[in-house]
């Protein structure tokens, strides 16, 4: 008990001893545009639902939006005794907003804020607090100020949301393939392709590179010319080193049915298990065939070092 009582004496003291702005009858007056806005970013996109209140001598403007961007804009007609009474219910609460270090912000909960200004284009203000601390911690001693605002809404915000935002479900995620431990040790064949950009024959140079436990494959070509043609041997420890490099690189493919796109560079990963005809993954780095993701490294790195030759130099030759 003593130790919460001290807590809590220690946390007014810190209070106290924080800059704090407190508003004067004088700006209370010269008070012209008065906005109350509420954010939730830290929800899933289908589930955020953000509105402001702007209240002007003359009319109230609340608008809404979703996490998808989609805004609704309505505003209300109000005389200036009305505007007026609501400067005093704003008065009442007897608002402070207090310094706080950035580093207390809480992270993860709504947030309201309180803006003032005592010109009607509000391009100034005088009064700007948070109900999150880091930017000046709103403080009110009586009451709420966000039912001070509602108080202006032909209905219950929370249905104004609901009826006035479209109603967006959460986007479908793609289908990811990974490949587990038991696949890549039941894999028989792999290969790398690099197709090159559309450019002059001369300098066109497209390659592949495949691996099984007997020999590795390099083929250079020019689009449909051959230019070289190298076959290494290769050993069963040889082909299990570079499964395991390529285990250890977190490959999978995002089924993409796109349009694969013409003109650009493509590398290509295609993986055969269990004497079968057909490869179990195959993914490319643009769509067409499933978008090929690497999360360590680069997709050629574990054939190019397994080739007993510089590839720089195979290709440079195809050029002299």
């Known amino acids: 008990m003593k130790h919460a009582i001290f807590s809590l004496l220690i946390g007014l003291f810190a209070l106290s001893c924080s800059a704090q702005q407190k508003i004067s009858k004088k ?11 509420y954010t939730n970013n830290t929800l899933p996109k289908e589930h955020i639902k953000n509105y402001a209140i702007e209240v ?28 007026q009474a609501f400067i005093k219910q704003l008065k009442a ?3 402070q907003a207090y310094d706080a270090p950035r580093g207390e912000m809480v992270k993860g909960a709504p947030t309201e804020s309180l803006t003032l200004y005592k010109d009607k284009g509000a391009t100034t203000s005088y009064f700007d607090a948070y109900t999150m601390k880091g930017y000046g911690t709103l403080h009110v001693s009586k009451g709420y100020v966000g039912d001070v605002f509602r ?30 431990a038991g696949v890549w040790e ?6 790398y392709r690099y197709t090159d950009s559309s450019t002059l024959p001369q300098y066109h140079r497209s390659y592949s590179i495949s691996a099984c436990a007997d020999s590795l494959v390099l083929v250079i070509s020019s689009y449909s010319d051959e230019l070289l043609r190298k076959v290494y041997p290769f050993s069963e420890e040889q082909f299990r ?28 990963l295609s993986f055969w298990k269990d004497d079968e005809e057909r490869s179990y993954f195959t993914a490319s780095s643009t769509s067409g065939v499933g978008t090929l993701i690497v999360g360590h ?15 720089t130099d195979l290709l440079n030759s195809t050029r002299e």
């Open 151 to 180: 108080a202006f809404l032909p209905a219950p915000i929370d249905y104004m949301l609901n009826s006035r935002l479209p109603i967006r479900r959460p986007e479908p995620q793609p289908k990811k393939q990974t490949i587990s």
């Open 27 to 37: 700006d209370w007056k010269a008070t012209q545009v008065a906005i109350y806005k």
């Open 93 to 95: 609460l007897e608002l």
């Open 186 to 191: 039941a894999t028989y064949y792999a290969r």
């Open 241 to 268: 080193t570079l499964i395991t490099h390529l285990s250890q690189q977190d490959i999978a493919k995002i089924e993409n049915n796109d349009p694969e796109p013409v003109g650009g560079s493509t590398e290509t």
């Open 56 to 83: 002007y001598p003359d009319h109230v403007t609340v608008v809404m939006w979703n996490g998808f961007n989609d805004v609704n804009t309505e505003s209300y007609v109000i005389t200036e005794e009305r505007f």
């Open 297 to 311: 490294g680069t997709a050629s790195e574990a054939f190019i070092e397994a080739l007993p030759e510089s590839l």
